[in-house]
């Protein structure tokens, strides 16, 4: 059965020697945390309480298994012929993924297939690569991972990756892969949540992998510097709406595996709140006015409480207008 994991709360202090202990200063800044940056109170200071836990193995169908708690979801599938990922969770949990990749089974890793550029689904890169995988990404996710991004929202700057961490696969729009007996799609609709989202179908199992353009149950990030937007994230779900069915199994960036309705559920709050805001917006408020006039009211009890809060949400829907 699907299921969600507990997730720890925000950390008050997060002390510079965190970074050293998790071993991911090659991907972040050199310089210690700010106070309110991604690593300090944001949403990366979760995922790496998370890791300290186990990794959860969900089995979904046709050798298709979900691990949960290393950044954002990871999707294999496994065969003879080696592994298939989607996305690369974070570095500090090497050893915990290694041994749940082990435990699915013995054959080697091959692919990874990067949702988009950011940290949560990319750290590992470098590992995986090391152990065999080749990364796949669209282009301008290669963009973001090869150069200096910074994240207003994160308060953030991220550092070119090394090369080992790469996509070397690029795909435009589409590219197909024939593996372990499936056959597997992947595609980029356009700008979404990031400019390089892809969405990974696996056909015969009748799985989809969305990446970050689906939260189940959770307000999702937009990163409205790299090409992000609230119209672009709304469009990217309806894509995903017309190409799944009631039986397919849609996995998310965060939150349980889920399905159709959730998706549809997911692109129905985003639609109202945009229009919200949108209303809002013309009339001229200011981005605090609409903040205090609370677009978000109706579904801040199920969609607030993950590392997105309504106020946060809010101003990614305000300023992506």
Not at 4 to 11: E, G, K, Y
Not at 87 to 97: C, H, R, T, Y
Not at 120 to 126: F, L, R, V
Request: glycine share 10%; with cysteine; charged share 20%.
């Amino acid at each position: 059965m699907p299921i969600d994991l507990p997730w720890i709360p925000s950390t008050a202090v997060f002390l510079c020697s965190a970074f050293l202990a998790f071993g991911y200063v090659a991907t972040a800044t050199a310089t210690g945390p700010v106070k309110g940056d991604y690593f300090h109170t944001g949403a990366g200071t979760r995922y790496l309480e998370r890791a300290k836990g186990d990794i959860v193995t969900v089995p979904l169908r046709d050798n298709i298994n979900v691990l949960m708690g290393s950044g954002a979801n990871i999707v294999v599938l496994s065969g003879s012929e080696g592994k298939f990922l989607v996305d690369a969770g974070i570095k500090p949990s090497e050893e915990k993924l290694q041994a749940a990749l082990n435990k699915i089974g013995p054959s080697p890793l091959k692919y990874v297939v990067n949702t988009h550029w950011h940290w949560d689904h990319t750290d590992g890169n470098e590992w995986m690569h090391a152990a065999g995988a080749t990364i796949v990404a669209q282009r301008n996710t290669l963009k973001h991972l090869s150069q200096t991004t910074h994240v207003d929202d994160w308060n953030w700057t991220f550092a070119p990756v090394p090369a080992g961490a790469r996509p070397t696969i690029i795909v435009e729009n589409e590219r197909d892969f024939a593996f372990a007996g499936d056959s597997i799609k992947v595609e980029h609709f356009g700008p979404g949540h990031t400019d390089g989202d892809v969405l990974v179908y696996f056909e015969k199992a009748d799985v989809m992998a969305l990446g970050d353009t689906f939260w189940n149950g959770n307000y999702p990030f937009i990163d409205n510097e790299d090409g992000g937007s609230v119209n672009s994230a709304i469009a990217w779900a309806n894509k995903a709406i017309e190409r799944s069915t009631d039986k397919t199994i849609l996995v998310p960036g965060h939150g349980p595996v889920g399905n159709r309705a959730q998706l549809i559920e997911f692109r129905d709050m985003l639609v109202t709140v945009r229009d919200k805001v949108v209303a809002l917006k013309s009339q001229g408020k200011s981005l605090d006015d609409v903040i205090a006039a609370r677009p978000t009211a109706a579904f801040d009890d199920k969609w607030g409480r993950f590392v997105i809060d309504s106020k946060f949400f809010t101003k990614l829907v305000y300023e992506g207008l």
